[in-house]
């Protein structure tokens, strides 16, 4: 029983990553119906953003802010860099070919993608970069038997805290009621008089910012990087904004939960050698049998 309990956290632990990505996901699609593939890969640009500063900033950070401060301090500069650059993509990459449709989204969404990700290549290089293990503690705690670290406790307290936060906006808050608006409507809702350039600006810079602080907390859980992983976490994220019901918020929070616990629990029961391949049978049994996902997309809401 322990054991089945220590690895649920480990799977909420992971699932806590794959939600704050997906969020990004769920978000944009909900308002713009638009894929943003280049979530992935900012995702990883936020990611080497901490590992700049906690590891080759080391003396600086560690002086200043402390340990635990340093790691804070690395999730904030992540989400607020990769919140500007997600803001730079929607003006550079998607708004030019709006009046285009949605098949010239994607692929300029694949095209951003490719130059984010070959941009870390060129930067940090090809091999694969560590946070180092001695900036990062991992201190084992022992609960009644159950063992957790603290970096695992410090990563769920924030995920939750930061996915509680974003759902009370969006379900709690008059700008929520406007965002939720747009999803069902955007043009409605902009005849109805609702800033629909200030909606957008916050998912794209809201969503991209999440990403990057859950690129930090992998780097620091991990202790690895490399800069073609937004590649797998994207693509799991985004089954997880399937599974739990695209442009649905929480949808995607509890899609990306399930997600890292069914993952975790078919690597230690089956084989981690099959991992990945849970993620894909779950997606395609999803399509098949709930294709609006567990929550479903919400097509009639009075705001």
């Known amino acids: 029983m322990k054991l089945i309990i220590e690895q649920l956290l480990n799977g909420l632990t992971i699932g806590s990553f794959y939600a704050l990505i997906a969020l990004g996901y769920s978000m944009v699609y909900g308002v713009m119906k638009l894929i943003n593939?280049?979530?992935g890969d900012l995702f990883t640009l936020g990611s080497f953003f901490g590992y700049t500063l906690l590891v080759m900033g080391t003396a600086y950070v560690t002086?200043?802010?402390g340990i635990w401060g340093g790691m804070i301090a690395a999730m904030l500069v992540a989400a607020i860099g990769i919140g500007v650059m997600g803001l730079i993509v929607e003006r550079l990459a998607y708004r030019p070919i709006y009046p285009a449709g949605r098949l010239p989204a994607v692929v300029s969404a694949l095209g951003v993608s490719i130059i984010i990700q070959?941009?870390?290549m060129v930067i940090?290089?090809?091999?694969?970069q560590a946070y180092t293990s001695d900036l990062i503690p991992n201190y084992m705690l022992n609960i009644a038997g159950l063992r957790i670290t603290i970096l695992q406790i410090i990563i769920l307290i924030l995920s939750f805290l930061f996915m509680s936060?974003?759902?009370?906006?969006?379900?709690?808050?008059?700008?929520?009621?406007?965002i939720r608006a747009a999803a069902l409507d955007r043009e409605t809702a902009a005849l109805m008089g609702i800033n629909i350039n200030l909606i957008i600006f916050f998912i794209f810079a809201l969503g991209p910012a999440l990403g990057g602080t859950a690129g930090v907390m992998v780097g620091m859980y991990?202790?690895?990087i490399t800069f073609i992983m937004g590649w797998n976490y994207g693509l799991k994220a985004f089954t997880a904004t399937i599974l739990g019901g695209i442009g649905n918020i929480p949808g995607a929070m509890l899609g990306g939960l399930l997600l890292g616990i069914l993952e975790m629990l078919g690597s230690v029961y089956i084989s981690t050698a099959y991992k990945d391949v849970f993620v894909f049978l779950i997606l395609i049994l999803v399509l098949i049998f709930r294709p609006t996902g567990i929550l479903g997309e919400k097509i009639d809401e009075k705001v």
């Open 37 to 39: 593939f280049a979530h």
């Open 63 to 65: 002086s200043t802010f």
């Open 118 to 120: 070959n941009a870390i």
């Open 124 to 128: 940090w290089g090809a091999r694969p």
């Open 165 to 178: 936060l974003l759902y009370y906006v969006i379900q709690k808050t008059t700008f929520g009621a406007a």
């Open 222 to 224: 991990y202790r690895k």
